[in-house]
């Protein structure tokens, strides 16, 4: 498929649209009249520890009996001379500064979600001071040295923030005695618009500037994270969607080389960054839109926030697929692809863990949920892979091989998923095997939610609040079901067991052999956990000849 193409009402997916929607949109779900999120409802913490940080002193607060830090600035306002210009340390400051609040998100348009999704948004305000993070941990001082894992959003590279319900580090902090972090960062045309040849020799170091905040980011967790109680030697990236998209960038750039040990994409293998040609296309056509002309890009330090999204919106959820705002191959902050045509050498001795959901475009606003029937199944088969009639007709009957008395609306969601997502989690999990200096573990998550009548099945982003153990706080997205939590356990254990040992192996789950091109084992997440070698085997091979969807 295209990486132009789109949902203009055929059910058509576009990947940058898709990997989108991990951004979780701020609207409310009621369920009998009350807002379904835990966290959202509750009191202001205790006061907590103070901590002296390399910029200065923070007070925390302790809630459900953990240290939690909010809105802690790893870098200074972006705003006025600073917008589009690599992130700077944050000025020093005297005193103590609370650190109970979230901080605020970067600039970004409305994306129009599901509401199970949409509900867990704590919709914090936006702004250009948005260079922050935020650390919950079990105990503060450098006695002990927690396994740090630092979690990037989803919502592509275009919109959302650390700060959604499901993404709270509370309880993973406490169970599995970690240090959980999650970031905020530019995003969109203040994070991606790419000025590093277009606007001389002021704006030469502008090129992939959201990546470069989520580095000073690290950097920040480098240099003081052992005062919150975790190992700054021992630091594991993760993240859903467009978080994976950023974690698979992160292990091809030099810049971030030594800031971490571990990875964990899900569900947004990335494998090409944005050419600078086309990257340069798209600065011409925002700064037209804008009526500016190239030799004109200081005129953009003056624009309002509005004025800067208003250009940015149109032409769907996205905006306009003119605008290629996303990590850039420009040579030197992202030498080459991140993992094509092979995984990066650069982080070769850096294990990973990757998968993906079985029905992640039923998270697609606008893709059918209903029964449909073959022809409709066909043609739209057809139309995901860009096929002609006998080559869906191929993808079809090997589905049912794989999965007898499968529906057509499930072959249907699912080659779109694997279209999205498996594929490039398959491509990705290979090449890294290949280089055979750290182990890659894959999963695919099969638990069916049963929200909606049990329409959205295992869709995009449900996996997060088993990896977070929030299940409690998600229950627009899972339901209110006690098997939830069985789950939820055994999950947070592997990717917290995976973040202290580079294995997500424990006692809960049988055993998990790391992934090669031979046995293919895979880590089934269900009701039953259960690991399968090559796994739908005849749909692989049969989508082997279809190009990935790329970001």
């Known amino acids: 498929m295209s990486q132009e193409s789109r949902d203009d009402g055929g059910g058509m997916i576009d ?71 690599p992130p700077e340390k944050p000025h020093p400051w005297t005193g103590v500064r609370d650190a109970i609040d979230l901080g605020e998100r970067s600039p970004q348009n409305p994306s129009g979600l599901i509401p199970e999704v949409a509900a867990v948004d704590r919709t914090e305000p936006m702004g250009e001071d948005c260079l922050c993070l935020n650390v919950w941990t079990p105990a503060v001082g450098a006695s002990q040295k927690r396994p740090v894992m630092v979690w990037l959003h989803g919502g592509g590279f275009s919109s959302g923030s650390g700060g959604f319900l499901i993404y709270d580090g509370r309880i993973l902090a406490a ?46 967790v480098r240099d003081n994270i052992a005062a919150f109680g975790g190992d700054p030697g021992n ?22 080389n030594g800031l971490y040990h571990r990875a964990i994409v899900e569900s947004g293998s990335s494998l090409r960054g944005v050419p600078r040609d086309a990257a340069n296309k798209s600065t011409e056509a925002f700064l037209s839109k804008l009526g500016l002309k190239s030799g004109e890009v200081d005129e953009l330090q003056k624009l309002s926030i509005d004025q800067i999204l208003a250009a940015m919106a149109g032409g769907g959820m996205m905006g306009n697929p003119a605008f290629r705002m996303a990590p850039v191959v420009d040579g030197h902050t992202l030498p080459a692809n991140p993992f ?89 999990a290979e090449r890294k095997a290949a280089l055979r200096k750290a182990p890659v573990y894959m999963y695919y998550f099969t638990w069916k939610s049963p929200v909606r009548e049990g329409k959205l099945k295992a869709f995009h982003t449900l996996e997060i609040p088993f990896v977070f153990d929030n299940v409690d706080a998600a229950m627009s997205m899972t339901g209110s079901g006690e098997d939830r939590h069985a789950l939820a356990d055994k999950m947070s254990s592997a990717w917290a067991t995976f973040a202290r040992t580079g294995n997500p192996n424990h006692k809960a789950l049988p055993h998990w052999p790391a992934y090669d091109a031979e046995k293919r084992a895979t880590m089934l997440f269900d009701d039953k956990c259960e690991v399968v070698n090559d796994p739908r085997r005849q749909s692989r091979l049969a989508l082997s000849s279809f190009e990935p969807m790329q970001l």
């Not at 475009?361 to 057809?382: K, M, N, T």
């Open 175 to 220: 169970k599995h005695d970690v240090v959980a972090v999650t970031v905020n960062h530019r995003l969109n045309a203040f994070g991606y618009l790419y000025l590093a040849e277009l606007g001389g020799e002021k704006y030469s170091r502008s090129s992939n500037i959201g990546m470069l905040d989520i580095v000073a980011a690290l950097e920040w």
């Open 235 to 256: 630091v594991t990236i993760f993240g859903q969607s467009g978080g994976g998209a950023k974690v698979s960038t992160l292990l091809a750039m030099p810049m971030a």
């Open 15 to 85: 990947r940058r649209s898709f990997i989108g929607l991990g951004t979780l949109a701020a609207t409310s779900l009621l369920t009998d009249g009350k807002i379904t999120d835990v966290l959202a409802s509750e009191a202001k913490g205790a006061s907590g520890p103070t901590i002296e940080t390399n910029a200065g002193k923070i007070r925390g607060s302790i809630e459900g009996g953990v240290n939690s830090f909010k809105g802690v600035h790893y870098g200074r306002s972006a705003a006025g001379a600073m917008r589009f210009m």
């Open 340 to 428: 094509d045509p092979i995984a990066p050498e650069i982080s070769a001795n850096v294990p990973l863990l990757v998968g993906s959901t079985q029905d992640e475009a039923a998270f697609f606003p606008g893709f059918p949920l209903d029964p449909i029937d073959a022809q409709a199944l066909h043609a739209r088969v057809r139309q995901t892979l860009r096929a002609a009639d006998a080559e869906a007709d191929r993808v079809i009957a090997a589905y049912r091989k794989d999965q007898l008395n499968i529906s057509d609306i499930d072959v249907a969601i699912e080659v779109a998923s694997d279209m999205f997502a498996w594929k490039n989690a398959l491509a990705q």
